[in-house]
C-alpha cells in the first residue's frame, strides 16, 4: 500500500471513540501512552491524514482493524499521485543539500557579549523547557502571587519561578505545526530557533522538510512591503536553486520548516507590513511548520492557528549541564565543579544563573578566576550593563521612540527610584497601576514631557512596557501584577538608590535587624566611594540596640572578662565572639522547648547540639581573624567552657547528660578524643542492658575529665571529685540511680554551678527575658552583618576599620571611655 499517510473514515472514527470509552481512555492520554504528539492523535480522530505507521499503532493500541478503520480514498493513490510525492521528495533533498552550509554557518555557531570567538552551539546547547501557560496572563491577584512567599525569609533563587507545568521544546514544535515562543530578553529564544534549524539540516529532526531560517530584522528592512514569498526564493536562488516555482512548490506541499526570529526586533516603520505579512503567508501555505519567537510584552498581537508558549527560566539540571558543556568546550573541564560550588555558596548569583543569558556573562567572568568578584555590585553593574545597553546595541536593534529618548543614566535612576519605594514598602509584587504611577512621577520632571495628565499616563505605560520587553528587568506575573525579574535586581537598584543619596543612610541602618535588607545594606557599602561614615553609622546603632538593658550590660561585661582572661595571641573581638555566641545559644535553649527535650528520655544526638552551639561561636570569631590557630585553640577552649556550662545548667540535671558534657571538658592545652566523644554523646538506648554498659564507659571519661582538670587546676579537681563522689553507682543499681537523679539532680547541679563559676567563670544562669533574648539576637545577628561588610570588597579607612573591629560586643560603657567618636556619630546623624 506505499508509505503515504493515512486518513480514517467517519464510521472508523465512530469505532475509535468507543473503544477509547472502553479503554478508559482521553484522546491525551492515548497519545502519552503511545509516546506520540497530541496533534497526531487529534489529527486520527478529526479524520486528517496522519503518518501510516502512527496511525498502525493508533488502531492496534484501540483494537481497530485497519483495513475497516481507514478511508478507501487514502489507500490507493493512483499512479501520478505517486510519482508527485516522489517528484516532491526528490525536490526537497536537493533543496536541504543546497542551503546545508548557509543553515550550517549562520545557525551552528555562537557569539555572544565578550567572546573572542564563536562557539559551536552543538557543544553548549542545553534543551529548552516551555511553560503552556503564560506567565503574565495568568488571572492571579497579589495574595494568591504571596501564598509561596515568606517575606522574611524570602527564597531568592527561584523567586521568578512560576509553578505551571514545564515540557521540552522539542516535543512542543513536534505537537504544534505553529508556536509562537515568547520570552524575556536572554531567555534563549534564538539559540532555541537555531537549535531546530541545525537539528533539521542534519535530518534528526523535521527530516522531510527544508530548514528555512528568518531574521525578521532583516526581512523587514529588505523592502518597503516585504513578502516572504519573495525573500524565501531569493535566498534559495542565491544558494543555487535556479528554479524559481520550486520555492512554492515545496511551501504548498508543506515541505518548509519556517524559523521566524526575533518579531520584537522589527522596526517600528515596518512592523505592521511583517505582522500582515506573517498571518497572510501561514495562511497560504498551512502545511508547513512555523515557529516564531518574540519577547513577551513587545507586541500586541495574535497570530491566527499559532499556538503560544514560553520559555521557562533554567532549572538547576539545565545550569549544571550549560557550565559542564561550556567548561568543556573552552577545555576547562576542571572549572565545572568550582563554578557550580560557587554558586551555590552565592544564592544571589545563583538566581541570575536561571537566565541563559546571564549564565554565559557567569560563565565568562569565572573562565580565568576561582571565584566571583568579591564586591558583587560590580558582578551586577556588569549583567545590567548586557541587559540595559548591550545585547541591542550588538544587534543594532532600535527600539520605542518614547523610551529610546531616556539616557542610560536616567533608566538607571527610574529603575532604582522605581525599587527603591517598592522595596521600602516590602512590595516584591505591585500592581501596574502603581508602577506606572512611580513611573508618572518620574518622567513628567525630564524636557520634553508632556503635560496633558492623559498623554503621561500612556507615556508612562510605555515607558513600563519598553523595560519589561527590551531589558526584562521587569516582569509581568500575572494580569497587570508586576515585579523585577530577579529579586537580586530589586535590591541592587534599591541600594543604587541609597548609596547615591546620604540622607537615606539612616533609613537604610533602621532597617539592619530585618533579614529582607541584609543584601540591600552589603551593596550599599561595596558602592560608596568610601563607606567610613555608613559603617560608623551602623556601629552605632548595632550598640544602640542594648545600650538601655542592664542585664545584658552585664553579660557583655562577663563576656569581655572572659575575653581578657584568655592569653592568647589573637584580636579580642575574635575571642569575644567565641564566648558570646555559645552563651547566647545556651540562653535561648532554656527559654525553648530543648531544655525540657534534653532533660526527656527520648533518644537525642547530644554532641550535635554542641558541636552546633561550637560552630556558630567560631563563625564571627573566624570571620575576625583568619587565622587557623585560632580555630584549633577556640575549639579546643570550647571543649571545656562549654561543656561545663552545658553540665551547670539545671535542665541538663541528669546522668548522660552531664557525662556527656564532662566527657568533653578538656584544657585549652589538650586535643579533643573525637572518637571517644562521638562514642559517649550517642543517647542511651533504650535497652537496659545496653544502657547500663553506657554508663559504665561514661563513668569511665568523667573519671578521665578529673584527670585533665588536675594537672591544670587542681582545686577544680578536688570539687569535681567531692561531687562525683555523691553520685550513684550506675553500674550496681540502674533503678536506684535513676530514683536518685529525679529526687537529688537539681540540688546537686546546684552545687556545681558555684565550682563552676568559681573555677572558670562560667553557669551564670542569666534568666534572660524573651524580650532581652531578642535584643541580643538582632544584636548578634547585625554585628555579623558588619563583620560582613567589612570583610567584603568595600573601601573603608584603616582608622576605621580598626576602631570598629576592636569595639565589637563592648559593653556601651566600656565603649563610651574608649571609642566616644562613635555615639556621638550616631547622634549627629
Same mark, same amino acid.
Not at 509561596?148 to 521544546?169: I, K, Q, V
Not at 556558630?616 to 573566624?622: F, G, I, P
Given at each position: 500500500?506505499?508509505?503515504?499517510?493515512?486518513?480514517?473514515?467517519?464510521?472508523?472514527?465512530?469505532?475509535?471513540?468507543?473503544?477509547?470509552?472502553?479503554?478508559?481512555?482521553?484522546?491525551?492520554?492515548?497519545?502519552?501512552?503511545?509516546?506520540?504528539?497530541?496533534?497526531?492523535?487529534?489529527?486520527?480522530?478529526?479524520?486528517?491524514?496522519?503518518?501510516?505507521?502512527?496511525?498502525?499503532?493508533?488502531?492496534?493500541?484501540?483494537?481497530?482493524?485497519?483495513?475497516?478503520?481507514?478511508?478507501?480514498?487514502?489507500?490507493?493513490?493512483?499512479?501520478?499521485?505517486?510519482?508527485?510525492?516522489?517528484?516532491?521528495?526528490?525536490?526537497?533533498?536537493?533543496?536541504?543539500?543546497?542551503?546545508?552550509?548557509?543553515?550550517?554557518?549562520?545557525?551552528?555557531?555562537?557569539?555572544?557579549?565578550?567572546?573572542?570567538?564563536?562557539?559551536?552551539?552543538?557543544?553548549?546547547?542545553?534543551?529548552?523547557?516551555?511553560?503552556?501557560?503564560?506567565?503574565?496572563?495568568?488571572?492571579?491577584?497579589?495574595?494568591?502571587?504571596?501564598?509561596?512567599?515568606?517575606?522574611?525569609?524570602?527564597?531568592?533563587?527561584?523567586?521568578?519561578?512560576?509553578?505551571?507545568?514545564?515540557?521540552?521544546?522539542?516535543?512542543?514544535?513536534?505537537?504544534?505545526?505553529?508556536?509562537?515562543?515568547?520570552?524575556?530578553?536572554?531567555?534563549?529564544?534564538?539559540?532555541?530557533?537555531?537549535?531546530?534549524?541545525?537539528?533539521?539540516?542534519?535530518?534528526?529532526?523535521?527530516?522531510?522538510?527544508?530548514?528555512?531560517?528568518?531574521?525578521?530584522?532583516?526581512?523587514?528592512?529588505?523592502?518597503?512591503?516585504?513578502?516572504?514569498?519573495?525573500?524565501?526564493?531569493?535566498?534559495?536562488?542565491?544558494?543555487?536553486?535556479?528554479?524559481?516555482?520550486?520555492?512554492?512548490?515545496?511551501?504548498?506541499?508543506?515541505?518548509?520548516?519556517?524559523?521566524?526570529?526575533?518579531?520584537?526586533?522589527?522596526?517600528?516603520?515596518?512592523?505592521?507590513?511583517?505582522?500582515?505579512?506573517?498571518?497572510?503567508?501561514?495562511?497560504?501555505?498551512?502545511?508547513?511548520?512555523?515557529?516564531?519567537?518574540?519577547?513577551?510584552?513587545?507586541?500586541?498581537?495574535?497570530?491566527?492557528?499559532?499556538?503560544?508558549?514560553?520559555?521557562?527560566?533554567?532549572?538547576?539540571?539545565?545550569?549544571?549541564?550549560?557550565?559542564?558543556?561550556?567548561?568543556?568546550?573552552?577545555?576547562?573541564?576542571?572549572?565545572?565543579?568550582?563554578?557550580?560550588?560557587?554558586?551555590?555558596?552565592?544564592?544571589?548569583?545563583?538566581?541570575?544563573?536561571?537566565?541563559?543569558?546571564?549564565?554565559?556573562?557567569?560563565?565568562?567572568?569565572?573562565?580565568?578566576?576561582?571565584?566571583?568578584?568579591?564586591?558583587?555590585?560590580?558582578?551586577?553593574?556588569?549583567?545590567?550593563?548586557?541587559?540595559?545597553?548591550?545585547?541591542?546595541?550588538?544587534?543594532?536593534?532600535?527600539?520605542?521612540?518614547?523610551?529610546?529618548?531616556?539616557?542610560?543614566?536616567?533608566?538607571?535612576?527610574?529603575?532604582?527610584?522605581?525599587?527603591?519605594?517598592?522595596?521600602?514598602?516590602?512590595?516584591?509584587?505591585?500592581?501596574?497601576?502603581?508602577?506606572?504611577?512611580?513611573?508618572?512621577?518620574?518622567?513628567?520632571?525630564?524636557?520634553?514631557?508632556?503635560?496633558?495628565?492623559?498623554?503621561?499616563?500612556?507615556?508612562?505605560?510605555?515607558?513600563?512596557?519598553?523595560?519589561?520587553?527590551?531589558?526584562?528587568?521587569?516582569?509581568?506575573?500575572?494580569?497587570?501584577?508586576?515585579?523585577?525579574?530577579?529579586?537580586?535586581?530589586?535590591?541592587?537598584?534599591?541600594?543604587?538608590?541609597?548609596?547615591?543619596?546620604?540622607?537615606?543612610?539612616?533609613?537604610?541602618?533602621?532597617?539592619?535587624?530585618?533579614?529582607?535588607?541584609?543584601?540591600?545594606?552589603?551593596?550599599?557599602?561595596?558602592?560608596?566611594?568610601?563607606?567610613?561614615?555608613?559603617?560608623?553609622?551602623?556601629?552605632?546603632?548595632?550598640?544602640?540596640?542594648?545600650?538601655?538593658?542592664?542585664?545584658?550590660?552585664?553579660?557583655?561585661?562577663?563576656?569581655?572578662?572572659?575575653?581578657?582572661?584568655?592569653?592568647?595571641?589573637?584580636?579580642?573581638?575574635?575571642?569575644?565572639?567565641?564566648?558570646?555566641?555559645?552563651?547566647?545559644?545556651?540562653?535561648?535553649?532554656?527559654?525553648?522547648?530543648?531544655?525540657?527535650?534534653?532533660?526527656?528520655?527520648?533518644?537525642?544526638?547530644?554532641?550535635?547540639?554542641?558541636?552546633?552551639?561550637?560552630?556558630?561561636?567560631?563563625?564571627?570569631?573566624?570571620?575576625?581573624?583568619?587565622?587557623?590557630? &585560632?580555630?584549633? !585553640?577556640?575549639?579546643? %577552649? $570550647?571543649?571545656?567552657? *562549654? /561543656? @561545663?556550662? +552545658?553540665?551547670?545548667? =539545671?535542665? #541538663?540535671?541528669?546522668?548522660?547528660? &552531664?557525662?556527656? !558534657?564532662?566527657?568533653? %571538658? $578538656?584544657?585549652?592545652? *589538650? /586535643? @579533643?578524643? +573525637?572518637?571517644?566523644? =562521638?562514642? #559517649?554523646?550517642?543517647?542511651?538506648?533504650?535497652?537496659? !542492658?545496653?544502657?547500663? %554498659?553506657?554508663?559504665?564507659?561514661? /563513668?569511665?571519661? +568523667?573519671?578521665?575529665? =578529673?584527670? #585533665?582538670?588536675?594537672?591544670?587546676?587542681?582545686?577544680?579537681?578536688?570539687?569535681?571529685?567531692?561531687?562525683?563522689?555523691?553520685?550513684?553507682? +550506675?553500674?550496681?543499681?540502674?533503678?536506684?540511680?535513676?530514683?536518685?537523679?529525679?529526687?537529688?539532680?537539681?540540688?546537686?547541679?546546684?552545687?556545681?554551678?558555684?565550682?563552676?563559676?568559681?573555677?572558670?567563670?562560667?553557669?551564670?544562669?542569666?534568666?534572660?527575658?524573651?524580650?532581652?533574648?531578642?535584643?541580643?539576637?538582632?544584636?548578634?545577628?547585625?554585628?555579623?552583618?558588619?563583620?560582613?561588610?567589612?570583610?567584603?570588597?568595600?573601601?573603608?579607612?584603616?582608622?576605621?576599620?580598626?576602631?570598629?573591629?576592636?569595639?565589637?560586643?563592648?559593653?556601651?560603657?566600656?565603649?563610651?571611655?574608649?571609642?566616644?567618636?562613635?555615639?556621638?556619630?550616631?547622634?549627629?546623624?
Amino acid at each position: 500500500m506505499g508509505t503515504r499517510s493515512l486518513q480514517a473514515a467517519p464510521k472508523g472514527i465512530e469505532r475509535a471513540n468507543i473503544a477509547l470509552a472502553q479503554y478508559s481512555l482521553s484522546q491525551n492520554a492515548l497519545a502519552e501512552d503511545l509516546g506520540l504528539s497530541r496533534q497526531t492523535v487529534n489529527n486520527f480522530f478529526k479524520g486528517k491524514p496522519i503518518d501510516r505507521e502512527n496511525f498502525a499503532l493508533i488502531c492496534d493500541r484501540l483494537g481497530l482493524d485497519l483495513e475497516n478503520t481507514v478511508a478507501l480514498n487514502s489507500l490507493a493513490p493512483d499512479a501520478s499521485e505517486l510519482s508527485d510525492c516522489s517528484q516532491i521528495d526528490a525536490s526537497v533533498q536537493e533543496v536541504r543539500q543546497k542551503v546545508y552550509l548557509n543553515i550550517q554557518k549562520r545557525c551552528g555557531e555562537m557569539r555572544v557579549l565578550d567572546m573572542t570567538r564563536p562557539i559551536d552551539l552543538a557543544t553548549i546547547y542545553t534543551d529548552v523547557n516551555i511553560l503552556q501557560e503564560i506567565t503574565g496572563r495568568r488571572r492571579l491577584d497579589l495574595e494568591e502571587l504571596l501564598q509561596h512567599c515568606n517575606l522574611e525569609e524570602f527564597d531568592h533563587f527561584g523567586f521568578a519561578h512560576t509553578r505551571t507545568e514545564r515540557r521540552s521544546g522539542l516535543l512542543a514544535v513536534e505537537e504544534f505545526d505553529k508556536l509562537m515562543v515568547l520570552g524575556k530578553p536572554g531567555a534563549g529564544k534564538t539559540t532555541f530557533l537555531k537549535r531546530l534549524a541545525t537539528l533539521c539540516n542534519a535530518g534528526n529532526f523535521q527530516k522531510h522538510r527544508v530548514p528555512i531560517f528568518i531574521t525578521l530584522k532583516d526581512f523587514g528592512d529588505s523592502s518597503e512591503a516585504p513578502k516572504l514569498l519573495t525573500y524565501i526564493s531569493q535566498w534559495l536562488k542565491e544558494l543555487g536553486v535556479q528554479e524559481p516555482q520550486n520555492a512554492e512548490q515545496i511551501l504548498s506541499q508543506g515541505r518548509g520548516f519556517l524559523l521566524l526570529d526575533g518579531l520584537d526586533e522589527v522596526s517600528e516603520a515596518t512592523s505592521k507590513q511583517v505582522l500582515q505579512e506573517i498571518q497572510s503567508f501561514s495562511d497560504r501555505f498551512p502545511k508547513n511548520a512555523f515557529v516564531a519567537s518574540c519577547r513577551i510584552a513587545a507586541k500586541e498581537f495574535v497570530f491566527q492557528q499559532f499556538t503560544e508558549v514560553e520559555v521557562a527560566d533554567f532549572n538547576d539540571e539545565q545550569i549544571t549541564d550549560f557550565a559542564g558543556r561550556w567548561f568543556e568546550a573552552k577545555q576547562l573541564p576542571e572549572k565545572t565543579k568550582r563554578f557550580l560550588a560557587k554558586l551555590r555558596a552565592h544564592p544571589r548569583i545563583q538566581e541570575l544563573a536561571t537566565n541563559p543569558l546571564l549564565l554565559t556573562l557567569l560563565c565568562l567572568v569565572f573562565e580565568g578566576r576561582t571565584d566571583f568578584p568579591a564586591n558583587r555590585s560590580e558582578l551586577y553593574e556588569e549583567g545590567l550593563d548586557v541587559l540595559l545597553k548591550k545585547w541591542d546595541g550588538t544587534r543594532s536593534i532600535e527600539r520605542e521612540q518614547i523610551y529610546r529618548e531616556l539616557s542610560l543614566k536616567r533608566k538607571e535612576d527610574l529603575l532604582s527610584q522605581l525599587a527603591f519605594t517598592t522595596f521600602e514598602q516590602g512590595n516584591y509584587f505591585f500592581k501596574q497601576k502603581d508602577a506606572e504611577r512611580l513611573i508618572e512621577v518620574y518622567i513628567q520632571n525630564l524636557p520634553g514631557a508632556q503635560v496633558d495628565p492623559e498623554a503621561l499616563r500612556l507615556d508612562s505605560e510605555a515607558v513600563l512596557k519598553s523595560i519589561e520587553a527590551q531589558h526584562g528587568l521587569l516582569v509581568e506575573r500575572a494580569r497587570s501584577i508586576y515585579s523585577f525579574s530577579h529579586l537580586t535586581f530589586h535590591e541592587y537598584f534599591t541600594a543604587h538608590r541609597i548609596e547615591r543619596r546620604e540622607e537615606l543612610h539612616p533609613l537604610l541602618v533602621a532597617h539592619l535587624t530585618e533579614k529582607r535588607w541584609r543584601e540591600v545594606v552589603l551593596l550599599t557599602v561595596g558602592m560608596l566611594e568610601e563607606a567610613d561614615s555608613l559603617l560608623l553609622l551602623m556601629k552605632s546603632q548595632i550598640d544602640e540596640i542594648v545600650a538601655s538593658d542592664k542585664k545584658v550590660q552585664q553579660f557583655l561585661a562577663w563576656v569581655q572578662q572572659k575575653t581578657c582572661s584568655v592569653n592568647a595571641p589573637y584580636k579580642l573581638a575574635a575571642i569575644r565572639a567565641f564566648y558570646f555566641n555559645p552563651a547566647l545559644d545556651l540562653a535561648l535553649a532554656r527559654n525553648s522547648d530543648l531544655a525540657s527535650d534534653l532533660a526527656s528520655d527520648l533518644d537525642l544526638d547530644l554532641a550535635s547540639d554542641l558541636d552546633l552551639a561550637s560552630t556558630r561561636a567560631l563563625a564571627l570569631a573566624l570571620a575576625l581573624d583568619r587565622n587557623p590557630a &585560632l580555630a584549633r !585553640a577556640l575549639d579546643r %577552649a $570550647s571543649n571545656h567552657d *562549654l /561543656a @561545663l556550662a +552545658l553540665a551547670s545548667d =539545671r535542665t #541538663l540535671a541528669s546522668t548522660r547528660d &552531664l557525662v556527656s !558534657a564532662l566527657a568533653r %571538658a $578538656s584544657d585549652r592545652t *589538650l /586535643a @579533643l578524643d +573525637l572518637d571517644l566523644d =562521638r562514642t #559517649l554523646a550517642r543517647a542511651l538506648d533504650r535497652d537496659r !542492658a545496653r544502657a547500663r %554498659a553506657r554508663a559504665s564507659t561514661r /563513668a569511665r571519661a +568523667l573519671d578521665r575529665a =578529673r584527670g #585533665l582538670a588536675s594537672d591544670h587546676d587542681p582545686a577544680l579537681k578536688q570539687s569535681l571529685e567531692e561531687l562525683k563522689d555523691q553520685l550513684p553507682d +550506675l553500674d550496681k543499681d540502674w533503678e536506684f540511680a535513676q530514683q536518685w537523679w529525679r529526687i537529688n539532680g537539681s540540688a546537686w547541679t546546684a552545687k556545681l554551678r558555684p565550682v563552676l563559676i568559681k573555677h572558670r567563670n562560667i553557669g551564670h544562669d542569666w534568666q534572660f527575658s524573651d524580650d532581652q533574648i531578642k535584643q541580643l539576637q538582632q544584636y548578634s545577628e547585625a554585628n555579623k552583618l558588619l563583620v560582613e561588610c567589612l570583610n567584603s570588597d568595600c573601601y573603608v579607612s584603616r582608622k576605621v576599620r580598626e576602631e570598629i573591629e576592636a569595639s565589637l560586643l563592648l559593653p556601651i560603657e566600656e565603649i563610651k571611655r574608649r571609642f566616644p567618636n562613635q555615639l556621638n556619630h550616631f547622634s549627629a546623624s
